[in-house]
């Protein structure tokens, strides 16, 4: 398809997808809870010509577009907002108290929306678009559950693709990792059991805070002494809570941590000398540690044919300079990983800009989705659309 051609058709746009973006931003809803937004997504689909089937992990939405025999596609936004209370000053900021869209989803199903009316309306592919409007992103659990409730079944794709805004890289530019591109998540909780007493007598109890703080300290080793040099993961202690006054030893201490690494191998080896250094702590005190380690999401995997696809449509529709060169992995994580798991198919980010609230990391309550890159977005969406299912010569024609 002509590149010049889709720039006009999706400026013509411009206007109404930032319209869109506003208002979705005035109005942010949290996981499981993006009703309105699934409402708004499900009647422009609807008005468009898709066929829209709602109700997948309770708000999701998927829209479908024939055009012929080929190729499925698929692509998925991410509707939901963070409960945290927005500190811009904007003429569509959040009305809702604690609530914002502070990691830029409203700017993601904005710009897919886009790109779904442009695909329906000029039909500049052959075979199968499934537009995934995905609920409860984070820390929620949307994408397995939309899995779990049928969604690739109902909707069989050969390959999905996503994106996410990147603040403080240049707007509009392309960053593809081969490979992994984010970490998994895993979640772990370790529970010390001392013996408690007077804090003016410690020798007559067993500290579970002296020990908790021990742990904390040993953890830090795993990474500085245990895991090849080369290899990537970050161990953060979030949280410990113990004790309710200044002389009262408690019986209990509760650490809670994440742990982010890069490859399975070296997440089962991170696991294994977390529990062996909590217990093993514990125990030089005359304390006893358990330790609850869940794996919350894993390592986003882009694939090899799919990402170079992915990467040669940047290029092809922006440029060369437009391609970030050598992007780094993200040690953040993102449940389209379960989908990429069960799918092939690339993550990509897209800079949000170099400058005040688009340069704001993401979950911060001044950060704000730049427009400018709207169009980009909703840009590169056809044209992937149309270079994954090419028309035939005697469709094009």
Not at 92 to 107: E, F, I, L, P, V
Not at 234 to 253: D, E, L, M, Q, Y
Not at 262 to 282: D, G, M, P, S
Request: a negative charge; aromatic letters at 6%.
């Amino acid at each position: 398809m002509d590149n010049a051609e889709l720039f006009a058709g999706i400026d013509a746009l411009k206007d109404e997808m930032i319209a869109i973006r506003h208002h979705l931003h005035q109005h942010p809803e949290i996981g499981y809870e993006e009703h309105l937004t699934s409402d708004l997504v499900a009647e422009r689909l609807t008005q468009w010509g898709y066929t829209v089937h709602r109700g997948l992990a309770k708000t999701g939405v998927v829209g479908q577009l024939k055009n012929g025999e080929g190729p499925t596609i698929a692509l998925r936004a991410d509707m939901d907002a963070l409960p945290l209370q927005e500190h811009n000053d904007l003429p569509y900021q959040s009305k809702h108290t604690g609530k914002m869209h502070a990691c830029g989803h409203d700017g993601h199903t904005a710009s897919m929306l886009t790109a779904a009316r442009y695909l329906a309306e000029h039909r500049p592919f052959q075979g199968t678009v499934n537009l995934v409007f995905q609920p409860a992103e984070e820390g929620l659990g949307g994408a397995p559950r939309m899995m779990q409730e049928g969604l690739f079944k109902a909707f069989p794709c050969d390959a999905i693709f996503g994106f996410h805004n990147i603040p403080n890289y240049p707007a509009g530019h392309f960053g593809f990792c081969h490979g992994p591109a984010m970490s998994s998540a895993d979640a772990v909780t370790i529970t010390i059991t001392g013996k408690g007493g007077h804090g003016a007598l410690p020798h007559l109890s067993i500290d579970p805070i002296v020990v908790a703080s021990s742990i904390v300290m040993a953890l830090q080793t795993i990474v500085a002494r245990n895991l090849n040099p080369l290899d990537t993961a970050v161990i953060s202690v979030g949280s410990i809570h113990a004790g309710t006054a200044t002389n009262i030893i408690p019986n209990n201490a509760v650490i809670k941590l994440t742990v982010r690494t890069l490859n399975q191998a070296v997440q089962a080896q991170v696991a294994e000398r977390i529990k062996t250094i909590a217990t093993l702590q514990a125990q030089s005190y005359g304390a006893t540690a358990t330790v609850d380690y869940q794996k919350d999401v894993p390592v986003l995997i882009n694939t090899e044919a799919e990402t170079r696809l992915a990467e040669d449509v940047a290029r092809d529709l922006f440029g060369d300079h437009a391609v970030i060169d050598h992007c780094p992995p993200v040690l953040a994580s993102e449940d389209f990983a379960f989908m990429l798991e069960a799918r092939p198919g690339c993550y990509l980010f897209v800079g949000n800009g170099t400058t005040g609230a688009h340069s704001c990391s993401l979950h911060n309550p001044h950060y704000d989705f730049n427009d400018d890159i709207l169009p980009i977005v909703a840009a590169y969406w056809v044209k992937l659309v149309s270079t994954f299912c090419p028309q035939s010569p005697s469709i094009s024609e």
